[in-house]
């Protein structure tokens, strides 16, 4: 497996690991799957400013996963949300650590001090949504900092949303100035 940058040629076989999620998951609460033409938008948008990269395995995209900012004002630079996605068929063969890891890396290069994720959760699940993204997300360090109560409404049910943030470096009164990607 090959951890790489992600290319605007990529927008196709993302799309295509997105859109099942989009369609059949309340994993992420979009409605509508992008088309092609807008994830080509989104990964350019993305890797002005931050890391997007793909797990490559035999020419094909196994998975991908990217920063992007938590808050716009400058006071939380430090800080990234992060979002990860890996074919149905990869789950469980470590593309999604071998991803989040290289992801880590490169945000620390930057000078990012928190990385923090944005995951659906239920307290019951079902056929759109069991809370192994949360295990996941603990397995790697994460820490669960906080819950929204009922606020994604999909597939008929309403969805909670929660936080979990790991943190990547020290806190210091002086922090290095982050290098955003150019």
Request: aromatic share 14%.
């Amino acid at each position: 497996m090959l951890i790489r940058k992600a290319c605007p040629g990529d927008a196709a076989q993302i799309q295509a690991i997105y859109a099942p999620y989009v369609k059949n998951t309340a994993i992420t609460f979009e409605y509508d799957a992008p088309d092609i033409e807008e994830m080509h938008r989104r990964i350019g948008e993305t890797m002005k400013k931050y890391p997007f990269l793909v797990a490559e395995g035999a020419g094909k995209i196994l998975g991908y996963a990217y920063a992007g900012p938590f808050k716009s004002r400058a006071a939380y630079d430090w800080a990234v949300e992060t979002t990860l996605y890996v074919k149905s068929d990869c789950h469980g063969k470590g593309v999604g650590r071998a991803l989040y890891q290289a992801l880590e890396e490169e945000l620390k290069k930057m000078h990012i001090l928190n990385a923090c994720a944005c995951i659906a959760y239920t307290e019951n699940e079902d056929e759109f949504l069991t809370n192994a993204s949360m295990r996941f997300h603990e397995k790697l360090g994460y820490h669960l900092v906080g819950r929204f109560h009922q606020c994604g409404y999909k597939f008929g049910r309403w969805y909670d949303m929660i936080w979990m943030e790991k943190m990547l470096g020290e806190h210091s009164v002086s922090p290095l100035p982050v290098s955003f990607v150019e």
